[in-house]
């Protein structure tokens, strides 16, 4: 028994307190109450009215628990977790339509461009009667063949700074600054000849065809004539320093092979070298058919934009589904919790009552105690007999305390309640996953309404 909400009275306190023996004898030596009474005299009375002042202290302090009891019922809000949950079973189903109506509408956008893409492709192929692939280059390849360039172009600068040294008043430093010039001119109007002119032999147009072959004359006779004027410049700057570029020019007009020097020859070599391996690098660099590297890479572009939107989309879709799935068993959770804490309540509030009927119990049997007490001692003392109502047992009136609302929900409502909500979001989850599949297809049948061409 809670001894703070009902506190038990101590019979041998209140027998000191109130003198009941004592008090007994007094009143039993006067005869007092009279053999013919037939009601509790007064100082029955006050034993009966402290019973009474516990049992209504008893009671107020039960109908504050209950007051308790009853608003931590209705902050369960059970009622509310129940709309809560139809509210979400309505919306839901509608929003994961939206997000999908979304994602198709911007999907169609993407796959309209592709199909552009794919069409521009395939009428440049028709166009130009290209059967093959298109030659890419990217990732790895593409910084392969650029960084062959570059090692080209600094070996070559090198290699042209040590063979130019011997004219240069400044040594090898001075060598290789007119070795810059000379390679980056050496290789760099190279690339432009084969990315631009040299690959015009690809095409299917006669006079591109022309223009692409002469541009190889162009280009043999560049690398030659430049490799064997910095050949010449090479000798001669040994021993004329101030005119060496004009008599570099003049010994090519009259006799343009004749280097003495070994090393002139090297260095003619070398130039040569470099420069075809800088052809051969800028011809494989991109598709030589001008123009059909750029369709298909704006083909890739389109397929990329939309293949990754769409699966970004179908992520989406799924990242949903899965967070309102969360959210479900956080309520299937919470409810459950919410009803063990609604059976711990009713459970203590029954305690409660149980408790406090046998607290009256008590109190009924206290009283009849301390009566006992009074009225022995009063016999004893007495000449005449006692009262006939002595030998009754006192009847405390029990109180009965606020009962439950008849809107108060028992576990058996709230039991069958949450196993119809937890039917409607098992049900919902099943729609959801539905919807999303559902999504998930939509979003792929735009692959079969719009298939990709097979020559692609």
């Known amino acids: 028994m809670n001894t703070e909400i009902f506190p038990s009275l101590d019979v041998e306190r209140v027998t000191r307190d109130m003198q009941l023996a004592e008090e007994g004898e007094a009143r039993g030596a006067q005869n007092q109450p009279s053999k013919s009474a037939k009601s509790l005299d007064d100082f029955e009375l006050s034993i009966v009215g402290k019973i009474q002042d516990a ?17 931590r019922l209705a902050s369960l809000d059970f009622q509310g ?5 139809q509210k979400t079973s309505a919306e839901g189903v509608s929003d994961f339509k939206a997000e999908i109506v979304k994602g198709r509408n911007e999907l169609h956008g993407l796959r309209r461009g592709l199909d552009a893409a794919e069409k521009d492709f395939d009428h440049f192929q028709k166009t130009h009667r290209i059967t093959r692939a298109p030659r890419v280059s990217e990732g ?11 090692l080209v172009f600094l070996f070559e600068v090198i290699a042209n700074g040590f063979f130019l040294a011997k004219g240069s008043e400044m040594g090898v430093v001075g060598g290789i600054v007119e070795a810059i010039a000379f390679s980056f001119l050496n290789i760099g109007f190279t690339l432009i000849l084969a990315l631009f002119c040299v690959s015009l032999t690809a095409h299917r147009s006669w006079f591109l065809k022309l223009i692409g072959l002469a541009s190889i004359l162009v280009y043999v006779s560049f690398a030659v004539s430049l490799n064997l004027l910095l050949a010449h410049y090479r000798e001669i700057s040994g021993t004329f320093f101030d005119e060496a ?9 009259n006799d343009p092979f004749g280097l003495t020097d070994i090393k002139s020859w090297l260095l003619f070599g070398t130039g040569v070298i470099f420069s075809i391996i800088a052809f051969i690098d800028g011809w494989y660099l991109r598709d030589p058919y001008l123009g059909y590297a750029g369709v298909h890479k704006r083909l890739i572009a389109a397929r990329e934009k939309y293949v990754n939107r769409q699966e970004y989309l179908i992520d989406n879709l799924i990242d949903v589904r899965d967070e309102h799935n969360e959210k479900v068993d956080a309520i299937i959770k919470s409810l459950s919790g919410r009803r063990r804490e609604h059976n711990a309540i009713i459970a203590h509030r029954s305690k409660m009552l149980s408790l406090f009927t046998q607290y009256q119990d008590q109190l009924e049997r206290t009283a009849n105690m301390l009566l006992r007490k009074y009225r022995d001692a009063n016999i004893k003392a007495r ?11 006192y009847k405390l009136e029990r109180i009965k305390p606020t009962r439950a609302s008849d809107a108060e929900l028992s576990d058996k409502d709230i039991s069958a309640s949450i196993t119809k909500a937890q039917a409607e979001l098992t049900d919902q989850i099943k729609n959801i996953a539905a919807v999303c599949e559902g999504g998930i297809d939509e979003f792929r049948e735009l692959d079969k309404l719009h298939p990709e061409a097979t020559n692609v």
């Open 55 to 71: 049992k209504n202290a008893a009671h107020h302090n039960l109908e504050d628990q209950l007051h308790l009891f009853t608003e």
């Open 383 to 393: 000449t005449t007999d006692a009262p006939k109502y002595f030998d009754n047992t």
């Open 81 to 85: 977790q129940f709309s809560d949950i």
């Open 245 to 253: 570029g004009v008599q570099a020019i003049a010994r090519m007009r």
């Open 140 to 150: 790895s390849v593409m910084f392969f063949k650029i960084s062959v360039l570059i």
